[in-house]
Every structure is written in C-alpha cells, then in structure tokens.
Nanobody, 124 residues
Framework: QLQLEESGGGLVQPGGSLTLSCAAS????????IGWFRQAPGKEREAVSC????????NYVDSVKGRFFISRDNAKNTFYLQMNSLKPEDTAVYYC?????????????????WGQGTQVTVSS
C-alpha cells in the first residue's frame, strides 16, 4: 500500500521555525517529484513548494521564498520542508504529495499520493 505520512507540525510563535517531514512507505520516492501543499481555513489548497526527483530543481510560492526550504533524502525515502520566520498567515494544514512529473507539481497537479496532513499553527 502506497502511503505518505507527515510529521512535525505544531504550534509555534511568529518568527519561529518548524521542519515538516514526509515519509513514504510501499514505494520508493527516487523517481518522483515531491511537493508540499497547504490549506488554510476558508481558503483553497495551494502549492507551497516542490522538488524534482533528482533534487536539482525546486520551486516555491512567492509568499514563502527565502523562508521555506524543501529537501529530500532518497536513502531514507523521506522529504522535508524547513520553515523559518513563520508568520500567522502560514497557519494551515500542510500536505505532502508526489507526482511522477515535477512540472505537474509546479502547476499544482498531483497524480500520485497524498499524505493525511499535519496542522501548523503560528500564533503568539
């Protein structure tokens, strides 16, 4: 069974940091583009960041550029989203996802697996 499981969410003060992890089971991530999406209350899900299968290409939504960093460890079958300088507007449920085509992820299209989501709350 193909599964993605996120971890690392929680409550953090503005300006703080969190690192989200997404572990895959039932398949290997090596040939997949991977991405992070988020959905805030009352808003549509948006693509936050994605990375190609080789790790050589990355993409970020403008609102997180310079603050968030995506990475992958194919040996551990896990990928990460390091989030720094967090703002209240970053509050959302964060989802990890995979797609065989990195460019699809850049376009916000996911044809692979989704994780169940992890809550990130930025509040004082």
């Amino acid at each position: 069974q193909l599964q993605l499981e996120e971890s690392g969410g929680g409550l953090v003060q503005p300006g703080g940091s969190l690192t989200l992890s997404c572990a895959a089971s039932g398949f290997t991530l090596n040939s997949y583009g991977i991405g992070w999406f988020r959905q805030a209350p009352g808003k549509e899900r948006e693509a936050v960041s994605c990375i190609s299968s080789s790790g050589g290409s990355t993409n970020y939504v403008d609102s997180v550029k310079g603050r968030f960093f995506i990475s992958r460890d194919n040996a551990k079958n896990t990928f990460y989203l390091q989030m720094n300088s967090l703002k209240p507007e970053d509050t959302a449920v964060y989802y990890c996802a995979t797609d065989p085509d990195y460019k699809s992820l850049v376009a916000g299209i996911v044809r692979g697996s989704w994780g169940q989501g992890t809550q990130v709350t930025v509040s004082s």
